[in-house]
């Protein structure tokens, strides 16, 4: 899968969850695992992040918004429930992101949605476990982005393979073509 991606919180009532959340995103491959204007003892959220993340993966803390930095291209993907967010199934996700998830008492703050590229919730009938939630979204990032056989048309395991990566001419070749099309023009 190409691109890159990170998950974090903004503010944060139980460090198990913010652990568990942190586990997950280790266990898809994120790059980087982040706060915002959240207190995580990792000591307390390692009781479910028994992979210690913060160990293997890049982990900021960010004291407020203000100081919240992502890398340049980086879109910032908000997790949260709202009339106007779009639904999970339906997204598009970026190759280069970032997604935030709100706390689990008071959701993602009216301000941190403002600086979101994306809004996106996932369709339930109310809000669910944060570490539950951010899995959601990781796997449906990777369904959609990775490279894995078709789903079977049947109940069952596909009965295609999965398709070879296809690659563009190599650059020495594009420069010559470039070139001999310039040439035929003038």
Do not use: W
Request: with cysteine; glycine share 10%; proline share 6%.
């Amino acid at each position: 899968m190409k691109g890159y991606f990170g998950i974090g919180i903004e503010g944060a009532s139980k460090a198990v969850n913010v652990g568990s959340l942190f586990r997950t995103a280790h266990a898809f491959g994120a790059s980087f695992v982040f706060t915002v204007r959240a207190q995580y003892n990792r000591r307390d959220g390692g009781a479910s992040d028994t992979s210690d993340t913060p160990r293997s993966v890049p982990t900021y803390h960010f004291a407020d918004l203000q100081a919240f930095r992502l890398p340049l291209g980086c879109r910032l993907v908000g997790v949260e429930i709202t009339d106007d967010a779009i639904e999970l199934p339906s997204f598009r996700h970026p190759r280069q992101a970032a997604y935030i998830l709100g706390s689990e008492r008071e959701g993602l703050s009216a301000e941190m949605q403002s600086h979101c590229d994306y809004v996106v919730k996932i369709p339930t009938r109310f809000s669910i476990n944060l570490g539950v939630a951010g899995a959601l979204i990781l796997y449906d990032r990777l369904i959609s982005l990775g490279r894995h056989a078709p789903r079977a048309v049947g109940e069952g395991a596909p009965t295609e393979a999965a398709p070879l990566p296809v690659f563009g001419d190599p650059i020495y070749r594009r420069k010559r073509l470039r070139r001999q099309k310039s040439v035929e023009k003038q």
